[in-house]
C-alpha cells in the first residue's frame, strides 16, 4: 500500500521544526519553539539544505549530516572586510561600542534586507574588521527536520 501524505517538492510550503548546527552548536533551532513556514525555491533555506528535504512526506522526521562546505559553501577570505569608523557612524549608532564576537546587522543596499557581520577585530581609531561569512560556511553540518506541513 503506498501512502497519500504529501510529499515535498521544489516549489512546496512548509510548517516544519528544524535545526541547523555546526561544531560549535546550534545556529537555529525552532524545537520547543513555534514552527517555521517557508516556501522551497525562495531562499529561505541554503539549496542543499532544500535537496535534503525534497521527496521526504509529510511527519517525517529525520537528521542529516553535510560535508564541510557543502551547506554554505567554503570559507571566503575575502568576506572578512575592514570598516571605517565614519562608515560605520553614517550606518548605524554613532556611540556603538563594537566588542569581538559581536554579530552586527547591516541593511542590504536596496534596503529591503539585512544581513551580518561577527566582529573580529576593532582597531585604536575605531574601525572593525567584519567577517560576513555564513556562520556555518567551511564547516560540517547537521539538519534536523520535521516535517508538520506540506502544501
Request: net charge negative.
Amino acid at each position: 500500500m503506498t501512502s497519500s501524505l504529501p510529499r515535498v517538492h521544489a516549489s512546496s510550503f512548509l510548517t516544519l521544526h528544524y535545526r541547523l548546527s555546526g561544531p560549535a552548536g546550534d545556529i537555529i533551532n525552532t524545537f520547543g519553539d513555534k514552527p517555521a513556514t517557508l516556501s522551497l525555491g525562495t531562499g529561505e533555506l541554503a539549496p542543499a539544505v532544500e535537496q535534503c528535504l525534497i521527496g521526504l512526506e509529510e511527519g517525517t522526521r529525520q537528521t542529516f549530516a553535510l560535508p564541510a562546505g557543502a551547506a554554505f559553501g567554503e570559507r571566503n577570505p575575502d568576506m572578512q572586510q575592514w570598516l571605517a569608523r565614519k562608515v560605520l557612524t553614517e550606518m548605524g549608532d554613532p556611540l556603538e561600542d563594537y566588542r569581538l564576537g559581536d554579530v552586527v546587522q547591516f541593511p542590504t543596499p536596496d534596503g529591503r534586507g539585512q544581513f551580518a557581520g561577527v566582529v573580529l577585530q576593532v582597531r585604536g581609531d575605531g574601525g572593525v574588521l567584519f567577517d560576513f561569512n555564513h556562520p556555518l560556511a567551511g564547516h560540517p553540518v547537521t539538519f534536523e527536520v520535521q516535517l508538520l506541513g506540506v502544501l
